[in-house]
């Protein structure tokens, strides 16, 4: 199982980037997908997850109604395209992955493979 998150840089406030977090090794079907975030001296956070067997898509905190996920089955990635971006968005951005569906009550939304982050920095 591997994953990699790419796309991060720096942007404006207000401004949009678009992550992408490309994986191989497994059934992407079958598998859930998720991103976190983890800002200097803070405890790593859930931002989204998506269940590729339904389509299902949850969101925490303040990626709700900012954040959008997606998946391309052709090209086994899943995007995480952010709008309307925050300093508080700052933060290197992991993508993660388990077979099943997202949990949407667990902590990590039950993953259990860890790729490498991307950096993401919010400012003028």
């Known amino acids: 199982v591997q994953l990699q998150a790419s796309g991060g840089g720096l942007v404006q406030p207000g401004g949009s980037l678009t992550l992408s977090c490309a994986t191989s090794?497994?059934?992407?079907?079958?598998?859930?997908i998720a991103w976190f975030r983890q800002a200097p001296g803070k405890e790593r956070e859930a931002v989204s997850c998506?269940?590729?067997?339904?389509?299902?898509?949850y969101y925490r905190g303040s990626a709700k109604g900012r954040f959008t996920i997606s998946g391309d089955r052709t090209k086994n990635t899943v995007y995480l395209q952010m709008r309307r971006l925050r300093s508080e968005d700052t933060a290197v951005y992991y993508c993660?992955?388990?077979?099943?569906?997202?949990?949407?009550?667990?902590?990590?939304?039950?993953?259990?493979?860890w790729g490498k982050g991307t950096q993401v920095t919010v400012s003028s």
């Open positions: 993660a992955t388990n077979t099943g569906y997202c949990d949407p009550v667990a902590d990590s939304y039950g993953m259990k493979y």
């Open positions: 998506l269940s590729n067997s339904d389509g299902s898509k």
């Open positions: 090794g497994f059934s992407f079907d079958m598998y859930s």
